[in-house]
Structures are given as C-alpha cells and as structure tokens.
C-alpha cells in the first residue's frame, strides 16, 4: 500500500568496457598529445631538452595533484611542498640508513604525507578562504624550521646528497631519458587519478561541498570526509612525485624541498590552466614552465628574479582577466571541436533503477521531537516545541514570520543542535538521533531550504545528481535518477542549464528535485510555494500529493494559506517559537490564538471569538 | 631575574615594530575584507625607497618617512583600485592569487633591480642604547614603540571624530547599507587600502636604521604580521596591537630558553591553535568589530 510503484523493468544496456574509452575522441586525442612530451625530447636527444621536459612532467604532476585539493575541493593550500618534501626525504632517507630501494621508499613516504595530510586537514578545513591559506603556509614552515633545527636527521640547512647508487633499482642513471620516462609515467598516473575523480561520485561532491557546503550536507555529503579523501589522494601523490624529484636533482635542502614560492608555482600553474579541471594544471605548466626555463638558459644570473617576476605578473593578469583559466575559459568550445572527431557521438541514457521501496505501516511514529529549546543568545528561536510525524502524512507548519518555522526545520535536519531536548529518527522500530546534518540525510530526512541553494556553476541534472549519488554511487545510474527526477518536477526543459541561470520559480523546483533524488522516507519541505506562480502553485500541490501517494511523508513549511490548508492532513502554529495549535486544518483556522497570532487580538475581539 | 626582565623588554621592543607593522594589515582586512599577501612587500618597496633617500640624498630614515609614507599611500590606492577593486565580487581565491601573484611579482622586480645583497643604512643615532634602570633597549626601538603608540592613538581618533573615519567605519560593518547612506564605497575602499599601505611606509622608514633590507624581507616579517593579526581578532587595531606584544615576548622568550631557531616554530604553533581554536581571537575582538 505505501511502497512506491515499481518502475518499469530497465532495459539492460551493456556496460561499456574500459578499453571502449579509448575510441573517445577526447581520450585518444589527450594520449595523443601527452605522447608529445616523450617523443619532442627523444627526437632531439638534448640533455637540456630533456631537462626541460622532466621539469614540465614533475611540475605539472605536483599541479594536478594540487588541484586535487586547490581546484576540486576549493582548498587554497599554499603549503603543499610540504608533501614533496616528506616524500624526498622519507625516501633519501630509507635509502641512507635502511638502503631501501626508491621505489619502496617513496610509497611509505606517500603514506607518511597522507597521515599529515588528515592530521593537517581535519582541523583546519574548517578555515574560511584566506585563513586556511595561511594555516598551510604556517605549517609548510613549521615543518621546514624543523627540517632545519634537527640536523642531525635531515641534514639541516646544509643539505643532504642522496647516495649515488647507479641503475632502476636505486633510480638514478646516467641517461637522462630514463628519468622522464619515470617522471612521465607519474604525470600519468597523477592525471589518470584526477580524471578518475572528476568522473566519478567523489568529484560531483567536491564540486558541491566546494560551491555549498549546506546544500551538500542536505544532500547527505559529509564534507569534511570527501575533503579529507581529496586531500589525502592529492598529498600522496604529491609526495610520490616528490621523492621521485630528490633522486632526480639527489640533494635535498629544507629551503628547496619546503619551498613557500615552489607551492605558490604549482597552484598558479593550476590558475593559468583553469582551476578544477583536468588538464588545466598540465596546460598551464606546459605555457610557463618552457618560458622561465629557456629565460634561465638564454640569459643566466643576469635574468636573476626575471621569471619569478613574469610568473607573479602573469598570475596578476590571469585574476584580472580569465579567472577560469585557458581551459575554463575555452574548454568548451575546444571540447565540442574535439568531439566531431570520429568517436564522438553520444552515448546512450542508462535506465533509472527501481526506486527504494518504503515500507512501515501508515500512521506510526516516524520522527519525534520533545521539548526542544534553541537559544541564539538572548533571543529563544523555539521554545519548548514538541511535535510526532506520522507515517503518511502531509504536516503543515504554519506561522507568522519570524516565528520559529525555520529554526524548528534546521533542528528536525541536523543543521542545528537544539540547546535542550531531544530528536528521534524512528526506523524499524528503532530510534536513532543522528549527530550531523548529512547523517540526518543518509537516515532518510531529506530538506530544501527556503532560501534556495542551488549548486550554480552546475547545470540542473548535475544539481539533482548531488542528490541522486546518496543511494547511486555510480554516475550512471544517479544521471538516470536525475533525468526522472528532472521530469517529475518539470525541469526537463532546462536539464542542460547551469543552475545560476534559474529564475526562481524553477529553482525552488530544483530543491524539491535535489532532495527527491535522495528517495527521502520523510520530505522536509521550507516555502517551496513563496515566488512561484498560481499555475507552478497547483502544479508543485499536485506534485506534493504524488510524493506522498508515493509512500513519502511530508512536513511542509508554508504561506501560501490556501495550498496549505488543502494539502495538510494535520497542522502546527508556530508563534514566537511555541506551538499555539494543532490539529486538522479546520479546527486550527478557528482557533482564537491562531487569529490573534496573524492578525492581532482586536480583530480577534471584533469576531467574537 | 635580570635575565628575564631584559628579555620581557625585548620583547615589548620587538613586539612594537611588530605592532607597526601589522596595524595597517587589520585595517586592509578590517575595511576591505582582502586578506593582503603583499603586505609584506610594501614593507620592503618602503624600505628600499628610504634606503635610496639615505643613500642618494643623504636623508635621515625618519625625515624620508615623510615621502615614504606618501609614496606607500600612493602604492596602496594603486594596488586597490587596479587590482582589488576589479575583484571585489571575484571569489575568494581569485582575490588571494592576486595578492600572492603581486607579491611574488614585487620580490622578484626587487631581486632584479637590487640583487640579493642585504642594503643598510647606518644611523648611530637609532641604534643608541639607552638605559631604563639598568636595562637597557636601543633608542631605534624607543621610537617604534611611540609610534606604534602614536599611530593606533591617531588612528583612533580618525575613525572615531572624523566624517571620513565614521564614513570608513560604516563601509566596514555593512558594505551595502554604507551604498545606499551615499557613502561612496569606491573611493572609502581605495583611501583605506592607501592608508593602510601607509602605515607600513611609516613602518619601513623605522624599521630600516635596524634591518638591512633585502628582496625577501618582507615574507620574514609579513608571516609574523599575520599571526599578530590572527592572534588580535583580525580586524581590531587594538587586537592586533595587544597579540603584536605576545608575539614579541614569546619571540624573545622562546628564542632564550628553547632554542633561537626554533622561535618561530612557537609562534607559528600559537597562531595555528588560535586559528583553529578561537578563530575570534584572543580576546574575541572578532566578532565584536565585525
């Protein structure tokens, strides 16, 4: 009775093999390209040459990994040398005193980074833009004073020779070559790990938690986890590049090896590119890397400064002019010319799969919240509010503004822990109080918010994707949840537009979306009426009372009084954060409190009330 | 005992140039809400620029400071109204890999035309020691400190009597609502930025009789700077003048009983805490200037 039609049986579309990708004419034509930066230095067979195109391959590699961090993830770290630097030395190290081989050696130097990279993330993920900036820098020198003070360690200030045992084992050659072979197959490995994120669960997320934290968290993204993931991925592979670079020049330094100006390159590389993106972080190292090498070459001490100097100048203009970066600026339309290659026709939509079925018996206890109290100083949001959802049914929560509506949802949703009294998630019989807002999400509680949060620089089947991937970790299948969400809430029309392009009408439609697709057991629904027009009104009540046919319960936050009242089966008024009624829609209109709350006690005089 | 009560006067010495230094930092922040990275780097263009007066000139640091502190006023409203101003709306890391990208700009241009070559100007005058019962500080520190004292007095008074000081204020707290006063935000957001800029030309003409200056001396005290400014609340000069004193004595203090190396590891740790900890502040100025 309450479970949700099944949907009809997909139809099985095979799934693609890996190798398939590789017809994808933006896959060959990137390996294309890439194989430049092997067949360029072997034709030319310059030791500076090759020189030049191990720096491109190492700096680019830090680059992507950075942007892991700095671009995916909105993380600004300016002290990411400090990972290359672990790397080095972990590795130099385990040479000296164990005599590891490198190639050991660089892997447990990864793992050391990603220890400090969660030790170093999780407090400070927490800092707002310039802030956590400068918390990387000021540990990038804290580790670097360290360096520094125990000598005896690290070799101090004077530095440290790596031992000169020739051959692959120990990484160290006399042909050069062999050196941008390995630096080569690390920028690949690096770019293949940020191609993997971006299309995979893990980068919409980043995407999101990086543009709305809020909004991520309804949508039952924990984000200091994905922001730890991406910080550990990037620091590890930074760290893996790093070592490999401590064999190639076979000095380590702490000014060199935890260099401030270094970090500061590798994330303006990134900027040039296009923060973000994939190839951004190559595409800008390849443009500035060459010129700063060859002005070294050509002009020597003379040019001492010059390249910094290019670099801080081009980053300045770069701000000023093409904040997205060559590839955000352009890449799209480079993207549309590269898919007229043979290979890239579209492919085809995947099915939805069936959706969650919702069990239970109508009319038990779903949630349940007593007396909760939250306090914003003096002020008492909600006072003592204690309210039962039913299975089934549609609440409404009504109420003069400033009342407490709100307040009461960001409670009821994790987003605000009350000062006093209690909620309680009611599943099978048991009752759960989860303990953050994305954890509410996951225990079926979905939330659109008032004020709309739309993931702007996404277009709206992405934006309803964020909310599909809780329960469809594949792409895939959470693009075909998105397309039938899309359609049920009448988005289909602008599926391909980027969410900030929205009136508003249609944005408060993508809330609902966005939070349909985590197939929530009960839908918290704030104004979602306020701003839409009468048609989108009877549209958005039908659509309302499909959700709860559906199985879906409902609590529904609303001023639009004459939606409300057809729609609810129960109401609660809300005023000066104490529930004054409840009851069916009927009796709760009648009700003198309710009068005198929204239009005052003479007009409640004057009806003889 | 004697021991101590020297160091705890470094440090208050140290902790003035510190205060000096990082006082027009909170305003730039306090006013515009740009973090600058470049701070430090005006600190080094004023230094050198009183390096040339002394040289070229023959000028007295603190009679160049006159044009110095002009000459940096003019920096600061430069910088803001071709570089912040056009980014104002720009996301946030756009807006600090403007000022990382100047600063590295700015280094650099300096190691060009300077070299690496540390430049001091001698001035026996400022470097002078001078007894306070037994212990003694040099006369260059004696007059940072009063004009670290002089300069958030003064400022003070600006922001508190003045039209254009409560003009400053209002754009501070509420951007929009100080636009729809009529109060022109543009121009309040160049002047602040100038005069923030100018505070550290008054800074580098003191510092210079001290510190010789080279490219890089203004990524050595800018970090501090930031800590100061940290540890103050952010936006509140007295904030910042109350953790510019901590720093300065728990600079002077660790580097005597930990290790003089490892100085600035301490304070790195206190600024890392108080970020992530108290992110107000010490004294929770934060919140209340905001």
Wanted: positive net charge; charged residues 10%; aromatic residues 8%.
């Amino acid at each position: 009775m309450t479970s949700r039609t099944a949907a009809a049986a997909p139809v099985a579309v095979p799934k693609p093999s890996r190798l398939s990708a590789l017809t994808h004419p933006r896959v060959y034509v990137a390996l294309l390209l890439l194989s430049l930066l092997l067949i360029v230095p072997a034709l030319s067979e310059s030791a500076f040459i090759i020189h030049v195109f191990v720096t491109i391959c190492v700096f680019a590699g830090l680059s992507t990994a950075w942007n892991i961090v700095g671009g995916y993830a909105g993380q600004l770290s300016l002290g990411h040398m400090m990972f290359y630097g672990i790397g080095g030395y972990t590795t130099a190290l385990l040479i000296q005193h164990v005599g590891l081989s490198p190639w050991i050696g660089m892997w447990a130097g990864a793992a050391l980074s990603a220890v400090v990279a969660v030790c170093i993330g999780y407090p400070c993920f927490r800092l707002r833009g310039p802030f956590f900036s400068l918390a990387t820098i000021a540990f990038l020198e804290v580790i670097r004073l360290l360096a520094i003070h125990f000598h005896g360690v690290t070799g101090g200030s004077a530095g440290l020779i790596v031992p000169l045992k020739i051959g692959w084992a120990w990484m160290i050659f006399q042909d050069k070559f062999n050196y941008l072979i390995i630096a080569f197959g690390l920028l690949l490995l690096t770019l293949i790990v940020s191609w993997a994120i971006r299309n995979a669960r893990l980068g919409y997320y980043l995407t999101a938690v990086r543009e709305r934290e809020d909004a991520a968290s309804a949508a039952g993204i924990s984000p200091t986890q994905v922001k730890l993931k991406a910080v550990v991925i990037s620091a590890a592979l930074t760290s893996l590049i790093g070592s490999f670079h401590a064999m190639y020049t076979t000095f380590l330094e702490p000014a060199t090896m935890f260099s401030l100006s270094t970090s500061i390159e590798v994330a303006m590389f990134s900027l040039i590119g296009g923060l973000g993106t994939v190839a951004g972080p190559l595409l800008g190292t390849v443009l500035v890397v060459p010129i700063a090498e060859l002005a070294r070459g050509w002009l020597g001490a003379s040019a001492n400064g010059l390249h910094g100097f290019v670099y801080g100048t081009v980053l300045v203009l770069i701000t000023l002019t093409l904040p997205g970066g060559l590839v955000g600026t352009f890449g799209a339309r480079v993207g549309r010319w590269i898919d007229r290659l043979p290979g890239g026709q579209p492919r085809p939509e995947q099915e939805a799969p069936a959706l969650r079925q919702i069990g239970g018996m109508p009319g038990e206890t779903m949630l349940e919240a007593k007396n909760l109290v939250m306090r914003f100083g003096g002020l008492t949001a909600t006072d003592d509010v204690s309210m039962v959802l039913k299975r089934g049914e549609i609440l409404g929560i009504i109420g003069p503004n400033g009342a407490g509506k709100t307040t009461l949802f960001n409670q009821i949703s994790g987003f605000l822990q009350p000062s006093s009294g209690s909620i309680a998630i009611v599943s099978g019989g048991k009752a759960t109080t989860p303990a953050t807002a994305d954890a509410f999400a996951r225990a079926g509680v979905g939330r659109t918010f008032q004020i709309v949060q739309p993931f702007g620089k996404l277009t709206v089947i992405e934006n309803i994707m964020i909310g599909a991937f809780m329960r469809n970790p594949d792409v895939a299948s959470a693009r075909a949840v998105a397309l039938r969400v899309s359609s049920l809430v009448g988005l289909q029309h602008v599926r391909e537009v980027e969410a900030r392009n929205l009136p508003i009408g249609d944005l408060k439609r993508l809330e609902v979306a966005r939070t349909l697709a985590t197939e929530p057991d009960i839908l918290l629904l704030d104004e979602v009426m306020a701003g839409q027009s009468q048609t989108d009104t009877q549209t958005m009540v039908a659509l309302i009372r499909a959700i709860r046919d559906a199985g879906v319960t409902v609590i529904a936050i609303e001023h639009n009084m004459q939606a409300i009242m057809s729609l609810s089966d129960r109401i609660i008024v809300i005023d000066s954060g104490k529930v004054i009624a409840q009851g069916d829609p009927q009796s709760v209109v009648r009700d003198r409190r309710v009068i005198e709350a929204y239009l005052g006690e003479d007009f409640a005089n004057a009806q003889g009330l | 005992m004697d021991v101590l009560v020297q160091l705890l006067l470094n440090g208050i010495m140290l902790g003035s140039m510190y205060a000096i230094i990082s006082v027009g930092l909170t305003l730039i922040f306090g006013i515009v809400r740009v973090v600058n990275f470049a701070h430090g780097e005006f600190l080094m263009i004023g230094m050198y620029a009183t390096y040339l007066l002394a040289t070229k000139l023959g000028w007295h640091p603190y009679v160049s400071a006159v044009p110095v502190v002009v000459l940096l006023f003019c920096v600061g409203a430069l910088v803001q109204r071709f570089i912040i101003q056009p980014l104002l709306n720009a996301d946030e890391h756009i807006q600090i890999f403007a000022t990382v990208g100047l600063s590295t700009a700015l280094v650099n241009l300096a190691l060009m035309i300077f070299g690496a070559d540390l430049y001091s100007v001698s001035t026996p005058s400022a470097r002078q020691s001078v007894s306070l019962g037994g212990y003694t500080v040099l006369s260059g520190q004696l007059v940072i400190l009063a004009c670290a004292l002089a300069l958030v007095a003064g400022l003070h008074l600006f922001m508190q009597k003045t039209p254009l000081g409560r003009a400053i204020r209002a754009t501070a707290q509420n951007r929009n609502a100080a636009l729809l006063m009529g109060v022109r935000v543009d121009r309040i957001y160049i002047i602040s930025f100038g005069l923030g800029a100018a505070c550290v030309g008054l800074a580098s003409a003191l510092v210079m009789p001290l510190f010789p200056v080279t490219p890089t001396i203004g990524s050595y005290f800018v970090l501090t700077a930031f800590v100061v400014v940290v540890l103050g609340g952010m936006r509140s000069m007295y904030g910042a003048f109350a953790g510019a004193m901590i720093i300065g004595i728990v600079d002077s203090l660790s580097g005597y009983y930990i290790a003089p190396d490892l100085k600035e590891v301490v304070y790195f740790a206190i600024f890392i805490l108080i970020l992530i900890f108290k992110p107000t502040g010490l004294f929770g100025f934060g919140r209340g200037t905001e």
